[in-house]
């Protein structure tokens, strides 16, 4: 999986004038349309697996619908100026359809001027534009799921876990979890809200919580490391709790536990997106769980109104959709 998604941007860039991203080898005599995919940054562990799906969901795609789909990927390299260069670039090249995971989430407005000028019609997913930038257009489209749900639902396996391993979790036993925090960008709909709403549902459920420190970690597993690093260091044994707005970053801290100086540092680790590495960790109950961000539910709608909106029809049979946004359920997963 990995491998697929090493491809170099050079690569990526001969794709396109290529062609080599083209999914049917032989061209049929029925429709062809061609979908532009931009992510914000291929080193995201769960983008990735967002764009294998999409990958797949789209070879599929074509399978069944006999239409010949041509999809080329570009990897927008964390710069909203770069990404707004290569919208310019699929326009050009007359793609039908753009399928764009925004750098920047507050700033589409130039993004979705460029496809309102062309009628390119847009499906954001992963990171949301604001509600205005989503007003500016009727055809553009978000996919991706609810963040407070996320977070609720991190905070009711945390409970769970709490209930039945109440000594081994809070070490010190004073009836309160001491936590630390690795948090996303900021900025993004996924980091705060999950947040917050992580920490509700535990205190709700009746435990007591104290920060004892908080950073973000731009959903990264060698930030989440060197945080977690830092925090060892400074809190050792307190660290009761390690809530992590996703796996990578929990990964980070599972990595800093392990090499650990001091000798039985343990601490309830929770993270998000039921990745392949936290799949593992869980099992070996080296994480108390995580929370399945549906890559493939999220690809199938990506592509579903891809194929609608390229064909020019209006949207229909998409499941979760509400005015102009799809909202994926989230699903739990524990030891
Ligand atoms: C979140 C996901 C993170 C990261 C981020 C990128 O939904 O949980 O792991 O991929 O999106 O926008």
Excluded at 4 to 10: E, F, N, P, Q, T
Excluded at 20 to 44: F, M, P, S
Excluded at 133 to 154: H, N, P
Excluded at 285 to 309: C, F, P, S, Y
Aim: net charge negative; hydrophobic share 40%; with cysteine.
């Amino acid at each position: 999986m990995k491998l697929k998604w090493a491809v170099s941007v050079l690569g990526l860039m001969l794709s396109m004038v290529l062609c080599c991203g083209c999914i049917a080898e032989e061209k049929t005599d029925t429709e062809e349309l061609r979908v532009g995919v931009l992510v914000y940054n291929q080193d995201d562990l769960f983008i990735q697996s967002v764009r294998d799906e999409l990958d797949e969901c789209f070879r599929k795609t074509e399978r069944e619908e006999s239409c010949r789909i041509t999809v080329s990927f570009f990897d927008s390299m964390g710069s909203q100026l770069t990404q707004n260069e290569q919208i310019d670039t699929f326009i050009e090249n007359g793609y039908d359809v753009l399928c764009v995971n925004l750098v920047d989430r507050t700033d589409a407005a130039t993004i979705i001027d460029k496809g309102k000028s062309a009628n390119v019609p847009i499906v954001f997913f992963n990171r949301e534009p604001v509600s205005a930038d989503l007003e500016r257009w009727d055809r553009i489209y978000y996919v991706g799921t609810d963040a407070a749900e996320g977070g609720k639902l991190q905070g009711e396996i945390f409970l769970d876990y709490y209930e039945k391993h109440r000594e081994t979790v809070d070490k010190n036993g004073d009836g309160v979890i001491q936590y630390v925090l690795l948090e996303g960008e900021p900025g993004h709909q996924d980091a705060a809200i999950r947040t917050e709403s992580c920490i509700k549902r535990i205190k709700e459920g009746g435990a007591g919580m104290e920060r004892l420190a908080g950073a973000n970690a731009n959903w990264k597993l060698n930030q989440g490391k060197e945080k977690m690093e830092a925090w060892l260091q400074e809190f050792g044994d307190e660290i009761e709790a390690v809530i992590s707005n996703n796996d990578a970053m929990a990964l980070g801290a599972l990595d800093a536990l392990g090499k650990q100086k001091w000798s039985k540092i343990q601490a309830a680790v929770i993270g998000l997106d039921g990745i392949e590495e936290a799949r593992i960790a869980i099992q070996e109950k080296r994480m108390i769980g995580t929370v399945i961000n549906d890559a493939e539910g999220q690809a199938e709608a990506i592509v579903k109104l891809a194929l609608q909106l390229g064909r020019g029809e209006p949207p229909k049979n998409i499941p979760g959709m509400e005015k102009r946004v799809v909202r994926l359920p989230y699903e739990l997963l524990t030891q």
